[in-house]
């Protein structure tokens, strides 16, 4: 399966950014899918400025209805209008941010799923739900509930405790847990559930990326900070090739 290498800016970036950003990753090479999934406000315009390239752009959440009376929401179909093709769905800023339980975020994927648009669900324990022993028992748990019947999106496992800290899981930590996902998946959607890419993410770099690529079930990486930097997520993408 090619891997998927998707930058999520969270709430950095202007528009001045864009020309350069978007020429660089013009320049990654084949074999490799890239996304970009930037603030709202700039969907549109970095859409405008890859559309002559491979790389996909995405939203970082979508409401669950299709219109309404939601003040500061964005709706599925607003992105897809927007050239979006991927929404991010329970990053768990948005579950700590903005109380997102799995019962909303499974009504969001099935709301992106109706649009037309691939979710990429996140899925991951805290730093105590490890200590605790608790991960693989609370990452199943979101993944039965989070993850709407039929789903055939993107799974991302993000430990909490590893987003933006600069730690990461060992090898062998992310190879349990990404075995524990598929096997998952596989209870849950049979067959179609071997289909599902599952991306590992949290302090995901340049240094890090193809040792953590490379580990069975990685299908690729969500990428917060390192995303911002043109020649830090390009790198990553070459480091994806010898995944
Ligand atoms: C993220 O926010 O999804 C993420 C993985 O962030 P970082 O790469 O900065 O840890």
Redesign the pocket.
């Known amino acids: 399966m090619r891997q998927l290498i998707a930058g999520?800016w969270?709430m950095f970036g202007k528009l001045a950014d864009i020309a350069g950003f978007a020429a660089a990753v013009k320049t990654a090479p084949a074999g490799v899918d890239l996304l970009i999934c930037p603030p709202f406000t700039l969907l549109e315009r970095f859409a405008a400025a890859l559309a002559a390239s491979s790389v996909a752009i995405g939203g970082q959440d979508c409401h669950a209805t299709a219109q309404g009376p939601h003040t500061g929401d964005i709706s599925a179909a607003m992105l897809m209008e927007a050239g979006a093709t991927h929404v991010?769905l329970g990053?768990?800023?948005r579950r700590a941010d903005h109380g997102e339980n799995n019962a909303v975020v499974r009504a969001k994927a099935e709301a992106a799923i109706a649009a037309g648009l691939i979710p990429i669900i996140?899925v991951g324990e805290t730093e105590a739900e490890r200590e605790a022993g608790e991960a693989e028992h609370v990452v199943r748990s979101q993944l039965l509930h989070s993850l709407p019947s039929g789903f055939a999106g993107v799974v991302?496992y993000?430990p909490v405790w590893?987003?933006?800290?600069?730690r990461t899981p060992t090898e062998e930590d992310v190879t349990a847990m990404h075995a524990a996902i598929r096997a998952g998946l596989g209870a849950q959607f049979g067959a179609a559930g071997s289909a599902v890419r599952i991306l590992y993410?949290?302090?995901?770099?340049p240094g890090n990326a193809a040792t953590l690529l490379a580990l069975p079930e990685v299908g690729g990486?969500?990428?917060?900070?390192?995303?911002l930097q043109a020649e830090d997520f390009l790198a990553i993408a070459q480091a994806a090739l010898r995944g």
């Open positions: 999520n969270k991010i990053h768990s800023e996140c991302a993000e590893a987003i933006g800290t600069g993410g949290g302090s995901v770099k990486a969500l990428v917060g900070g390192a995303s």
